[in-house]
């Protein structure tokens, strides 16, 4: 049917050049911020291609929402400015019939978009929060970088060499602060070098002094050497922390319905409900006036987009912090949405306005002519 296939192939080809631009934005984007963490120690350096690989992964349900949103509103927006729709109208099609077209192309979209929140979302944060996990308990001397200081796995010692020598094995200027059992103790030396002994590591310092002071205490004890060994490796194993709910698979969420869970749940649900929703709001956002430019439509939906994500993470706080229930923030939320969308999408193909609304039919008399009472 052309009425069909005419707005499909028009919203392909503006869904696939938006999908590209949106793409390329975020990949950009998320590259800058993968390289800021390495930067700073959360993340390896070796892993920051596949960091940034996994976290555009999980945003690929925003860059396809946004996508499919942003094709629809400036498909029908073009055609509302070139008076094609004005064609259609005349034709006999109102603005409701462009649903079942807009729909048949959408829902591919909608089922990847849903498949990509409840499945690969806590799937790809899953991957990052082991990449950098094993980032955060690496040895000792995995972490030292020349003139740097670093700390260690659990927090008690703090390194610092000033030039790798060796292929990293030996060092010279180095400074070693340690912290345990309520005393403090601070070791230079001129040089060291890493040697095994038996099934442990040592790092061996040579020329050195040894600052040792107690807490609470006045005393402090300063010692030279010649040569000192410190045992290193040692992986402070801490009480391991609960994993955070967007980690957790979709069916762990629905088996313990915690409030965070639920939030969790509210949030992914949400994703794909709001997909849905976005093609009614496309739908009746995108009347424009020919006469007129069509960048106030364009921030409109761009506005619109934004108030109903941040009502996404609204909700997941809401129902977190137990202010509000799960299937109450879901139907006030997506449901209350469903249904403005609706009305304002009737309103456009009816064309009614306050005064046709509030105005009233007048009532015709029944009374012959000339007749008296």
């Given at each position: 049917?052309?009425?069909?296939?005419?707005?499909?192939?028009?919203?392909?080809?503006?869904?696939?050049?938006?999908?590209v631009v949106l793409a390329t934005v975020v990949v950009t984007m998320m590259l800058i911020r993968t390289l800021g963490q390495a930067s700073r120690g959360s993340v390896n350096p070796a892993d920051v291609l596949m960091v940034m690989g996994y976290t555009v992964l999980g945003h690929l349900t925003t860059i396809l929402t946004l996508s499919l949103?942003?094709?629809?509103?400036?498909?029908?927006?073009?055609?509302?400015?070139?008076?094609?729709?004005?064609?259609?109208?005349?034709?006999?099609?109102?603005?409701?019939?462009?649903?079942?077209?807009?729909?048949?192309?959408?829902?591919?979209?909608?089922?990847?978009?849903?498949?990509?929140?409840?499945?690969?979302?806590?799937?790809?944060?899953?991957?990052?929060?082991?990449?950098?996990?094993?980032?955060?308990?690496?040895?000792?001397?995995?972490?030292?970088?020349?003139?740097?200081?670093?700390?260690?796995?659990?927090?008690?010692?703090?390194?610092?060499?000033?030039?790798?020598?060796?292929?990293?094995?030996?060092?010279?200027?180095?400074?070693?602060?340690?912290?345990?059992?309520?005393?403090?103790?601070?070791?230079?030396?001129?040089?060291?070098?890493?040697?095994?002994?038996?099934?442990?590591?040592?790092?061996?310092?040579?020329?050195?002094?040894?600052?040792?002071?107690?807490?609470?205490?006045?005393?402090?004890?300063?010692?030279?050497?010649?040569?000192?060994?410190?045992?290193?490796?040692?992986?402070?194993?801490?009480?391991?922390?609960?994993?955070?709910?967007?980690?957790?698979?979709?069916?762990?969420?629905?088996?313990?319905?915690?409030?965070?869970?639920?939030?969790?749940?509210?949030?992914?649900?949400?994703?794909?409900?709001?997909?849905?929703?976005?093609?009614?709001?496309?739908?009746?956002?995108?009347?424009?006036?020919?006469?007129?430019?069509?960048?106030?439509?364009?921030?409109?939906?761009?506005?619109?987009?934004?108030?109903?994500?941040?009502?996404?993470?609204?909700?997941?706080?809401?129902?977190?912090?137990?202010?509000?229930?799960?299937?109450?923030?879901?139907?006030?939320?997506?449901?209350?949405?469903?249904?403005?969308?609706?009305?304002?999408?009737?309103?456009?193909?009816?064309?009614?306005?306050?005064?046709?609304?509030?105005?009233?039919?007048?009532?015709?008399?029944?009374?012959?002519?000339?007749?008296?009472?």
């Amino acid at each position: 049917m052309l009425f069909h296939s005419s707005i499909r192939k028009e919203l392909a080809r503006s869904f696939g050049a938006t999908l590209v631009v949106l793409a390329t934005v975020v990949v950009t984007m998320m590259l800058i911020r993968t390289l800021g963490q390495a930067s700073r120690g959360s993340v390896n350096p070796a892993d920051v291609l596949m960091v940034m690989g996994y976290t555009v992964l999980g945003h690929l349900t925003t860059i396809l929402t946004l996508s499919l949103f942003i094709a629809i509103v400036s498909t029908l927006s073009r055609m509302y400015a070139d008076s094609e729709m004005a064609i259609w109208f005349a034709s006999g099609r109102g603005l409701t019939s462009f649903l079942s077209p807009l729909l048949r192309f959408a829902a591919p979209i909608l089922l990847v978009i849903a498949a990509l929140a409840v499945f690969v979302w806590p799937w790809a944060n899953q991957q990052i929060q082991d990449m950098r996990d094993r980032y955060e308990t690496r040895g000792d001397l995995d972490r030292v970088v020349p003139g740097q200081f670093q700390e260690s796995a659990g927090g008690r010692r703090v390194f610092f060499v000033d030039k790798n020598t060796g292929g990293g094995k030996a060092g010279s200027n180095v400074f070693i602060s340690d912290t345990e059992n309520n005393k403090q103790i601070v070791t230079s030396a001129r040089s060291g070098h890493v040697d095994t002994i038996g099934n442990d590591r040592f790092l061996i310092l040579e020329n050195g002094q040894r600052l040792q002071s107690e807490t609470g205490k006045p005393d402090i004890t300063l010692s030279e050497f010649g040569e000192y060994g410190i045992r290193i490796g040692d992986k402070d194993q801490g009480v391991q922390e609960a994993a955070p709910p967007k980690t957790l698979s979709t069916a762990t969420l629905i088996r313990k319905p915690v409030p965070d869970y639920l939030g969790e749940l509210s949030f992914r649900f949400g994703l794909a409900l709001a997909a849905i929703n976005f093609v009614l709001i496309g739908l009746a956002v995108s009347s424009v006036n020919p006469r007129m430019g069509r960048n106030g439509n364009l921030a409109l939906a761009f506005f619109a987009f934004v108030t109903y994500y941040n009502l996404l993470n609204l909700g997941q706080s809401w129902i977190g912090d137990g202010k509000t229930s799960f299937s109450g923030m879901m139907l006030a939320a997506h449901g209350g949405t469903f249904v403005l969308a609706w009305l304002w999408l009737l309103k456009r193909h009816n064309n009614w306005t306050l005064r046709t609304v509030l105005r009233r039919p007048r009532r015709r008399s029944t009374k012959p002519a000339g007749s008296t009472a």
